[in-house]
């Protein structure tokens, strides 16, 4: 019986490796996507959190740019400053999108950074118009109000349903149409058509729906990464549960067909100590003896014979 235990204990034991390298490798596997679901949230984390810190220096650094503005002799250098300064800042909110996990989510973060460098390029023009226009500046005003437009229209297709909707409802809005003749107005040196009120108002309007469209597309941007990354954490659970559970399974299997396979028993000889066997009698060995007197005695019984 110990020579059987031996001999199956030895079988279940080979049996087992390919089992114990299924769990190996389900709980490395698991362990990896999880990693990459950690990484991913984190990363889109990161992301939101710098396109706030993002727009937040934009947002101050146009609210100084139009403050330094107001002094003539610094326009120029104010202008100048401020603009590299808020493209630099734009330039690293792009950096963080081209690290996006996945292509879908850089694209979305890409669409969300052309959108802010939109409505800086509106604000950048506005700063211009408030300023006050001359022959130098009015270059510069023309070329800042078409690029955003170009920007803006290129963009558009590349929107999700609810930021079309919204950039329709803004094109559409009166505020657009007064902020477009005010603009219009300025390039061809003309008088403005709206009273200075009403185009501030216009531009204050559309500034703030663009910088609204921007936050939506940024959300949406990082909302479709922290969902890469559950799906990501999903799979990964699932996946190393699926394989040790697979792994338990065929361990389970394996250990029953082990005892129900017949090993045979090689019997062991002991030896043992018992009482000398008898030899056989005759095979004695006897012990010479004298020759029998009766031949002597018939012969002398025949001569006494009459």
Known sequence: MKYLRSVRGRMLGIAFLPGG?????????????????VRTRDLAMETAAAADRTARAVVAMQGQR?????????????????????????AGLREYARHAPDAESAYQQTTAVELLSVAEGMDRSDSLALAGLDNVTRGSFTSAVAAYRAELARVVPQ??????????SLTRSADWSRLAAAE??????????????TWRSAAYAVSEQL??????????????TLDDGRRTLAGALAAGTALLLFAGLLL?????????????????MVPTVGAAIPRPRHVRSRRPGLPEPWPLKAVLDDLRRP
Do not use: K
Not at 69 to 89: H, K, N, V
Not at 252 to 268: D, F, H, K, Q, Y
């Open 159 to 168: 929107l999700t349903e609810s930021g079309r909707m919204a950039y329709e």
């Open 252 to 268: 389970v299997v394996v250990r029953r067909l082990v005892a129900r396979v017949p090993v045979p028993v090689v019997p062991i």
């Open 21 to 37: 390298a299924l769990v190996l490798v389900a709980v490395v596997i698991a362990v990896f996507l999880v990693h990459q679901a």
């Open 211 to 224: 910088c609204l469209l921007y936050a939506q597309q940024s959300q949406y941007a990082v909302q479709l």
């Open 66 to 90: 139009s403050a330094a503005m107001a002094s003539p002799e610094r326009r120029s250098d104010a202008y100048t400053s401020f603009t590299l300064r808020i493209e630099s800042a734009i």
């Open 184 to 197: 219009n107005a300025f390039t061809a040196a003309e008088p403005l058509p709206v009273p200075e009120s």
